[in-house]
């Protein structure tokens, strides 16, 4: 497989902003400005959304490599010489989860978005309770300040299913997460009730894949897909403080045809609205 690893992290696995993306940000807005452009008017020139691009100038998201070209495009070829030479210094920058940030980068571009999960609940679908119910069993311990840091990050990034209506959400999630009771009774009812709430928009599909499937195609792990707007397909994955960005044609052709596999193996929506009532109706 091609993949981007990295595994630097902070304490408690929350990606550090560095110097270096903070640079980036700060010199992508100074020649933005010098060319005379708002980011209402760059974004469209770049092919990326307005908030993509102003969280980037903030420094708070890893820039696609194709980035400084597209600046190049609508800025010239000394802003994409610029751009190019202060995006090689982020690419393995200590204390900086790369692999974290372009992945969030890619989930906000996104047309279609798929996950399968068998170790947690997907993070876009995770309720307050169910974060907090993680990191106070991380090890090592986090502190309160990073455990709120967490919280907001993750709720933040949940804005997406409401911003973006015209992509296509779908998960694949085991039930035995569901039976785990991860944090108690009352954030188990959380779970469930963001799930048939999320599950409930137009452009989200959620699937539960039963206890018992002999048929099962998921024995290899979680795994994302991600269609971006040229309809090129990245794969995701995460280990333990780790992870890949999977961009081999062949090897991401392996993971549509498992997901592929996994919907059908896994209940439908509406068997799956069913289980969710009746796992509520029991707790």
Known sequence: MTADHESDT???????????????????????EAGGLTQEEFAPRVRYSVAYVAKIEQGKRFPPENLPSRAG????????????????????KAGLASWFLQWAGIEEEAITLYAYECRGIPGLLQPDGYIRAIFDRRLPPVTEE????????????????AQRPNTAFSFIIE??????????????????????????????EIQVMPLRQEDHTGIDGQ????????????????????????????????????????????????????????????L
């Open 223 to 282: 795994m994302y897909l991600a269609e971006r707007p040229g309809h090129q397909w990245i794969g995701y994955i995460e280990g333990q403080r780790s992870s890949s960005l999977i961009t081999a044609p062949d090897d991401v052709s392996m993971l549509l045809q498992r997901y592929g596999k996994l919907r059908s193996q896994a209940l439908d929506c509406r068997a799956t609205v069913s289980l969710l009532e009746q796992m509520r109706g029991a």
């Open 73 to 92: 495009e609508a800025l010239g070829p000394v802003a994409e010489k610029v751009l190019t030479a202060t995006a090689k210094s982020l690419r393995r």
């Open 175 to 204: 039930q035995a997460l569901l039976e785990r009771y991860l944090g108690g009774t009352e954030v188990t009812r959380q779970v469930i009730d963001q799930l048939l709430n999320v599950g409930g928009q137009r452009n989200v």
């Open 10 to 32: 902070v304490a408690g696995g929350e990606p550090e902003l560095s110097d270096g993306l903070r640079t980036f940000g700060a010199a992508l807005k100074a020649l933005r």
């Open 146 to 161: 990073q455990l709120e840091r967490e919280v907001a990050a993750r709720l933040d990034r949940q804005q997406l299913l």
